[in-house]
């Protein structure tokens, strides 16, 4: 039997009449408009221009460093021909100790220049090595070469008259090649400062190999690497001193025949 529902019920909501399917001629929703074949594409977005990279600040102090380096070892090649005062001669006469400064001002510059800011490691422009070396050597040696070309018969001749031509030619190599510091007895044949340029180049062959673990030391760890070198350096003067027993002889204004060796 049916249910008679009471009547006060509320009446049932009607449903909502179905939607009228699309006729085939009804036209349809419009699609996107795509470009012509002819058309330009839209240009892309511009590209965030990228992070600024913080540069070094430079060093002014480095020149004003320099000139007195320089001013002090021009008066100390020339001093001995304006006085004869053994205190003025022993106080602007030290002039190794203080090309010696140069060489650590060299390399500051080389260090301050290969590793970067703010971050305990070297730069990439020492990487690959060999690259690096013959970069720092290219920046002085065409003007010694061209020194050398230009006086090398001054040279030739002086070597010839007095050492023959074997040690000319011996001499002529290590000067051209820049091997001569590492013979001490012939460290200053031909164009004698050129010494320096000798150590200088192979000081650049081994700092872009020492320099990456130097880099990442912390201020213990370097202040510990400064002791190490120091003590180094010391061994080889004071064997030198001791075995020749120059511990009185000053350097720059000793005479040849003065000097025990």
Excluded: C
Aim: glycine fraction near 6%.
């Amino acid at each position: 039997r049916a249910p008679q529902l009471h009547a006060d019920a509320p009446a049932a909501r009607p449903l909502p009449p179905p939607r009228p399917a699309a006729a085939a001629g009804d036209a349809a929703a419009p699609a996107p408009a795509k470009p012509a074949a002819g058309d330009a594409p839209a240009p892309a977005p511009p590209a965030p221009p990228p992070a600024a990279q913080a540069s070094k600040p430079r060093l002014p102090g480095l020149d004003s460093l320099r000139f007195f380096l320089i001013a002090y070892i021009g008066v100390g090649h020339f001093v001995s021909f304006a006085t004869r005062d053994a205190l003025l001669l022993k106080l602007f006469t030290q002039i190794n100790v203080w090309v010696g400064a140069f060489f650590v001002l060299s390399g500051y510059v080389a260090g301050y220049t290969a590793t970067e800011l703010g971050k305990y490691e070297a730069s990439q422009r020492v990487k690959p090595e060999g690259a690096y070396t013959v970069a720092r050597v290219a920046g002085f040696y065409p003007l010694f070469l061209l020194a050398n070309l230009l006086f090398g018969w001054v040279f030739i001749f002086a070597d010839l008259t007095y050492n023959g031509a074997i040690a000319t030619f011996f001499h002529g190599l290590m000067s051209f090649t820049l091997t001569q510091a590492w013979f001490p007895a012939h460290a200053e044949i031909w164009n004698a400062p050129t010494w320096f340029l000798s150590s200088l180049t192979f000081a650049m062959i081994v700092l872009p190999y020492a320099l990456p673990p130097i880099a990442a030391l912390k201020k213990k760890g370097l202040k510990k690497v400064l002791l190490l070198l120091t003590a180094v350096s010391l061994v080889g003067k004071l064997a030198y001193s001791y075995a020749l027993n120059t511990w009185t002889i000053l350097e720059g204004v000793t005479g040849p025949k003065a000097h025990p060796n």
